[in-house]
């Protein structure tokens, strides 16, 4: 083998240096993580959910701990897409990974009205489309787990964004699959899975739940990983372009994982939270993996589940 190992991956229109990208929700605006990590090293950045819209989010308790991970409850707090492109956008100019823009909204019309405005801006390199938070009352996953919603959805933000089309899509389905072909064939560049599914954890003495008004929450980290590479797995049999896995990575072994399953790139969501460089151990542990291997490039990994 000649040289370092090439991590490059292509989702769409967008050149990944490599595969590893932050979770949306789970690293803020970027700019909150620059003291703890180099965001250049990073394939993409993208960052939490915008909707058109500020929004305030859910009551307290957001989140409680479950075993090997949490139920969070943060129903899509965000400063709207105004603010985000006025106080937010300026600081990826002094950076050169990607940017992909999560957005989400109540109507089929909110989530192409976001997207329209932000095709806008030359920054943004791509969207994701999250009709799969747990969390809100309209339009995050009781869209995605309606296909004609997905559909319409799908096809009318694609008719109004040149930008890079990433689905997000809910666990919260009996079969995954005509999912990730509905998206394929509406114009999606790719499409990122899971979304958390929902969960519940109940304090005995009180009775009450353990997030209080909210009652449920979407369960994270490595909990739902094995779920999540199942649904990866299964997506990518199905469909051509690009999946993206999501879903308790927490090393490098991991990630490896779900590319061996079929995912082209992953995200990484709560292991932030609890080390907040855990992407570049990650970049560096899949680059070591493919020295040690021999794998000169990632798609001869991707897939590769015999
Ligand atoms: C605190 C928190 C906030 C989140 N906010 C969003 C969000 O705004 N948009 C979104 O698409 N997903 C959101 N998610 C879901 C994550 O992006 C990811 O799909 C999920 O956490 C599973 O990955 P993990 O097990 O690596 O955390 C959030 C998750 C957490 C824990």
Redesign the pocket.
């Known amino acids: 083998m000649s040289g370092s190992p090439d991590l490059s991956v292509d989702i769409g229109p967008m050149k990944l240096k490599n595969p590893v990208m932050p ?4 690293f803020g605006y970027g700019q909150e993580y620059s003291e703890f990590l180099d965001l250049n090293r990073l394939g993409a950045i ?1 960052v ?2 915008i909707t058109l819209k500020p929004q305030v989010g859910s009551y307290p308790h ?2 409680t701990g479950v075993a090997c ?2 139920l ?1 409850n ?1 129903g ?1 707090q ?1 400063v709207g897409v105004d603010r985000f492109i006025e106080e937010k956008l300026p600081y990826f100019d002094s950076i050169d990974s990607p940017l992909v823009v ?1 957005i ?1 909204g109540q109507s089929v019309e909110e989530f192409v009205e976001v997207a329209n405005i932000l095709n806008r801006q030359k920054r943004v390199n791509a969207l ?1 489309v ?1 009709i ?2 747990p969390n809100v009352d309209k339009g995050g996953m009781q869209f995605g787990v309606d296909r004609e919603v997905t559909r319409d959805l799908v096809k009318r933000v694609r008719d109004v964004t040149e930008k890079g089309l990433i689905v ?1 899509l809910t666990p919260m389905v009996t079969d995954i699959r005509p999912f990730a072909e509905i998206c394929q064939v509406s114009g999606a560049d790719a499409v ?1 899975l ?3 599914p929902v969960g519940m954890a109940i304090d005995i003495n009180t009775r009450r739940s353990k997030l209080g008004r909210n009652m449920t929450g ?1 369960l ?6 094995p779920f ?1 590479l199942y649904l990866v797995w299964q997506a990518s049999k199905t469909i051509d372009i690009p999946v993206i896995g ?5 090393s490098a072994e991991d990630a490896i994982e779900f590319f061996i399953a079929g995912a082209s790139a992953i ?5 932030n ?1 609890i080390n907040p460089s855990i992407m570049i151990e990650v970049i560096d542990g899949i680059q070591a993996y493919m020295v040690e291997n021999k794998i000169q490039t990632l798609s001869e990994l991707i897939g590769t589940l015999s």
Request: with cysteine.
């Open positions: 979770a949306s929700g789970t993208i939490k959910t957001r989140s991970g949490f969070a943060i899509l965000n999560s989400g994701e999250n799969s938070c997000k990122s899971i979304n958390a979407g994270v980290g490595p909990a739902i990983r999540a999501i879903g308790g990575i927490s995200e990484i969501g709560t292991w939270f």
